[in-house]
C-alpha cells in the first residue's frame, strides 16, 4: 500500500474560537492546547478517532503515554473537551474528536514528489539549458526540456492507480451524518425515493437521544431492510387489518 500523509487544516480563525480561548485561558491552558493538537494529529489516519487499548489503567494515561505528556494534564484536557463538545464517547474504548473529520488533509507519497517537484521547477524559473563548447568555439545550447518532460510523466505515473482518501460530508437536517461520497451515491441509487428520508430520521435520532454510531451508511441500510421486513406479513398469519370503510 502507497504511504500516505496526513495534516491538519486549521482555519485561520483556529485560535479565536471561544472554546480554545477559554482551553488557553486556564492555568496551564497553553499546555492543553497543545495537547488538544497533539490528539488531533495522532487520530488523522482514523478520522479522529482514538482507541483505548488497555496498556495503561484508563484512557488518560494510555493517551499520555503516547504522547508524552503527563497524565493529569491529559485528564484535564480529556475532562475540558468532552464538557465542550469535542470529544465525544462512542463507547468503553472508541472517543470520537468531533473538529477532525471536517479538517483532515491527505495525498499519497507520489503525489507529494510531483508537488514539491513542480514546486522547484517555479522557484527556479523554466527549464534550465546547458551551455556546451564544441569545436571551433561554436557554442551549443543543451536544453533539458524534453529530459525533464520526461521526468514529469515517470513521476505522475508513479501515482496512477492511488486513490485518495474519499471526500466526507456532512449532512442531515442537523448536519451530523457522515457519508462518503460512495456511500451517498450508493444510498441514491439503492434507495432513490427514500435516501433523503432516511439521513434526516437517523440526522434527528442522534441530535435528539445522543446515541452514536460508527457507519451511518450502514445504519440507513439496516433500517430500510427492516423497514420493508415489517411491511411484509408473515407466512401463515393472516391479514386482519381493516380500513375504516370496513368496519360496523
Known amino acids: 500500500m502507497a504511504k500516505r500523509y496526513y495534516w491538519l487544516k486549521l482555519k485561520a480563525d483556529w485560535f479565536s474560537d471561544k472554546r480554545i ?4 485561558s486556564i492555568a496551564g491552558g497553553d499546555t492543553h492546547t497543545i495537547i488538544y493538537l497533539k490528539m488531533m494529529l495522532l487520530s ?10 488497555g496498556v495503561e489503567d484508563n484512557f488518560a494515561s ?17 475532562a475540558f473537551l468532552q464538557r465542550h463538545g469535542l470529544i465525544e464517547i462512542h463507547d468503553d474504548d472508541e472517543y470520537q474528536l468531533t473538529e477532525v473529520p471536517t479538517i483532515i488533509g491527505s495525498e499519497t507519497a507520489s503525489a507529494m514528489r510531483v508537488r514539491e517537484h513542480r514546486e522547484r521547477k517555479k522557484e527556479n524559473g523554466l527549464l534550465q539549458c546547458n551551455t556546451d563548447e564544441t569545436g571551433g568555439n561554436n557554442l551549443k545550447q543543451i536544453c533539458s526540456v524534453e529530459r525533464e518532460l520526461e521526468r514529469d510523466k515517470e513521476i505522475e505515473k508513479e501515482g496512477e492507480g492511488e486513490k485518495e482518501t474519499p471526500a466526507h460530508a456532512f449532512l442531515g437536517k442537523f448536519n451530523n451524518i457522515l457519508l462518503s461520497d460512495a456511500e451517498l451515491d450508493g444510498l441514491k441509487k439503492e434507495l432513490p425515493d427514500k435516501w433523503e428520508y432516511y439521513i434526516d430520521r437517523l440526522s434527528l435520532h442522534i441530535a435528539s437521544s445522543g446515541k452514536q454510531y460508527n457507519n451511518h451508511a ?9 423497514d420493508v421486513g415489517k411491511a411484509v406479513p408473515k407466512k401463515g398469519i393472516p391479514d386482519y387489518s381493516y380500513s375504516e370503510e370496513d368496519s360496523l
Open 21 to 24: 480561548k477559554k482551553l488557553r
Open 44 to 53: 488523522l489516519k482514523d478520522e479522529g478517532k482514538l482507541y483505548f487499548e
Open 62 to 78: 494510555e493517551i499520555a503515554l503516547a504522547l508524552d505528556e503527563d497524565a493529569e494534564n491529559v485528564k484535564l484536557t480529556l
Open 218 to 226: 450502514a445504519t440507513i441500510y439496516k433500517w430500510a431492510q427492516e
